[in-house]
């Protein structure tokens, strides 16, 4: 594990210091970590971006537009949350390993994402391009 600072938010920064990283990279929401994959092998490195600052996104949609869809995009995230809150620091099967708390996390948190039912707002299709400004 690692943090690099950096002053500004360049991509001239991370780009050296990233250049021979292969795996997961737990990035915030700052969209220049999206250019850091493109000279690299498909799957080489992977962006983990953080649920903080993709609820930030959908919450402000919600308060200007009141979207069903960001509503309860908002509120799947907080179930994850929840479901973090009940297992973090548990021993899981005799061990308190990250590991072992994968497996529950994912048989948990798998049905939150998948289409709930065909009235429910995020089970439609959404079009390729947001009509937004």
Do not use: N
Not at 65 to 80: C, D, K, N, Y
């Amino acid at each position: 594990m690692a943090y690099l600072y950096s002053e500004d938010r360049t991509y001239d920064r991370p780009k050296p210091q990233l250049a021979g990283f292969c795996g997961v990279l737990q990035v915030d929401g700052w969209g220049g970590f999206k250019r850091l994959t493109g000279d690299k092998d498909v799957g080489a490195l992977i962006l983990a971006f953080c649920w903080s600052h993709a609820r930030r996104q959908f919450h402000e949609i919600h308060q200007a537009t009141q979207s069903p869809i960001a509503g309860e995009v908002i509120a799947r995230i907080a179930a994850l949350y929840r479901i973090e809150d009940a297992i973090r620091g548990r021993p899981t099967s005799g061990s308190r390993s990250a590991s072992a708390r994968a497996g529950p996390r994912s048989r948990r948190s798998r049905s939150i994402w998948r289409p709930s039912s065909a009235g429910s707002p995020a089970s439609r299709r959404l079009p390729r391009r947001s009509a937004m400004p």
